[in-house]
């Protein structure tokens, strides 16, 4: 019976970005896919991680991850949390998210996958390239309303302008 395994998506994400396959260790006890995906608008490296989460009889839970290259301004944090929650209202796959704790700003999606069942390198991939494309569009104007260069209001209307395709004002 076919199992998923991260080697089963390696080809998708290699034929359009640096890969590597980390195996477990005493760490971490499932291997992870680590894929650059290259520097964001401000020149800072972004990775998407992709690692499975604890997984019962019925599926195994792909976690697709980047963790954004900025934290959280503690005394910003509640606007950078109104942001999140109204990009996330708008976005197919909720994804964004903060650990105040950490001071981590992320975005996450985790896609089921059968536990008799090979990776749909298909469906991973397509996931990679949504959650590549949503931080792409998004991971500046949640920037700078948690750094304070915009309020919640120029944050949700850089948003709206990016739903509408069209470039936000600075």
Not at 13 to 41: C, Y
Not at 92 to 113: C, H, I, K, N, T
Request: glycine residues 6%; negative net charge.
């Amino acid at each position: 019976m076919p199992v998923p395994d991260l080697r089963q998506v390696v080809a998708a994400f290699a034929a359009d970005f640096p890969t590597r396959l980390i195996p477990p260790s005493e760490d971490t006890p499932e291997p992870q896919l680590f894929v650059d995906v290259g520097p964001d608008g401000r020149g800072r490296p972004r990775r998407l991680e992709l690692i499975f989460l604890p997984h019962d009889d019925n599926a195994y839970y792909l976690q697709l991850f980047i963790l954004l290259p900025f934290a959280v301004v503690p005394e910003r944090a509640a606007e950078l949390a109104r942001i999140v929650a109204a990009v996330n209202l708008k976005l197919p796959l909720v994804g964004f998210g903060m650990s105040e704790q950490d001071g981590w700003v992320f975005y996450r999606a985790v896609v089921p996958v059968p536990n008799d069942r090979e990776l749909d390198a298909e469906v991973v991939s397509g996931a990679g390239w949504m959650a590549y494309y949503l931080v792409d569009q998004c991971a500046d104007l949640l920037e700078d309303v948690a750094t304070g260069a915009k309020t919640f209001a120029e944050g949700r209307h850089a948003f709206e302008q990016v739903l509408i395709g069209q470039p936000s004002l600075p």
